[in-house]
T-cell receptor, first 116, second 112 residues
């Protein structure tokens, strides 16, 4: 079946621009995660949704970052007034369950954001 | 503080040369340990979940093992297509139920 998809795959933004990154999780998956990955590092947690509820946004770096999943499927990560330090790969992952096991997360290909 | 450390950072092997990757972890109770593979320009791909010390999982040329302090990913007779970055992550009993703590990964290069 179809995996997690993300769009756009690449985004170049000028400093100060707003961007919106989209994630289409695997159909029926309850949990959705956003991560930020710097080159040569593991993913860093940003936020978590269980269905449409955003249960944790503690990883969002600043109030310029905002995420939503209004109907419990597609999610959008929005970054306002982008800064150079926002340049990274943004990964989306989904999982079929909530907080219980099994707990494997299935990742999309990521969106590479470059802020110039 | 919960922490995951992977070693080595990079490993170059000849095709057919077996070796092991290490993932050391410090957590306040382990709920699960996960191995992922990541190819350049792609998201991590799930490989294994291990839940308790002594557990082992196998998939093709890979075998993951778990002790109370670390996990090993053994690769037997690797092929060039096994080249990738291998990531380890843990889920702690004490952290939020859903957050994973990730290592920085081991970049594995298999030369033909």
């Amino acid at each position: 079946g179809a995996g997690v998809s993300q769009s756009p795959r690449y985004k170049v933004a000028k400093r100060g621009q707003d961007v919106a990154l989209r994630c289409d999780p695997i159909s029926g998956h309850v949990s959705l995660f956003w991560y930020q990955q710097a080159l040569g590092q593991g993913p860093e947690f940003l936020t978590y949704f269980q269905n449409e509820a955003q249960l944790d946004k503690s990883g969002l770096p600043s109030d310029r970052f905002f995420a939503e999943r209004p109907e419990g499927s597609v999610s959008t990560l929005k970054i306002q007034r982008t800064q150079q330090e926002d340049s990274a790969v943004y990964l989306c992952a989904s999982s079929p369950t909530g907080t219980g096991s099994p707990y494997e997360q299935y990742f999309g290909p990521g969106t590479r954001l470059t802020v110039t | 503080e919960d922490q995951v450390t992977q070693s080595p950072e990079a490993l170059r092997l000849q095709e057919g040369e077996s070796s092991s990757l290490n993932c050391s972890y410090t957590v306040s109770g382990l709920r699960g340990l996960f191995w992922y593979r990541q190819d350049p320009g792609k998201g991590p791909e799930f490989l294994f979940t291990l839940y308790s010390a002594g557990e082992e999982k196998e998939k093709e040329r890979l075998k993951a093992t778990l002790t109370k302090k670390e996990s090993f990913l053994h690769i037997t007779a690797p092929k060039p297509e096994d080249s990738a970055t291998y990531l380890c992550a843990v889920r702690s009993l004490m952290d939020s139920n859903y957050q994973l703590i990730w290592g920085a990964g081991t970049k594995l290069i298999i030369k033909p």
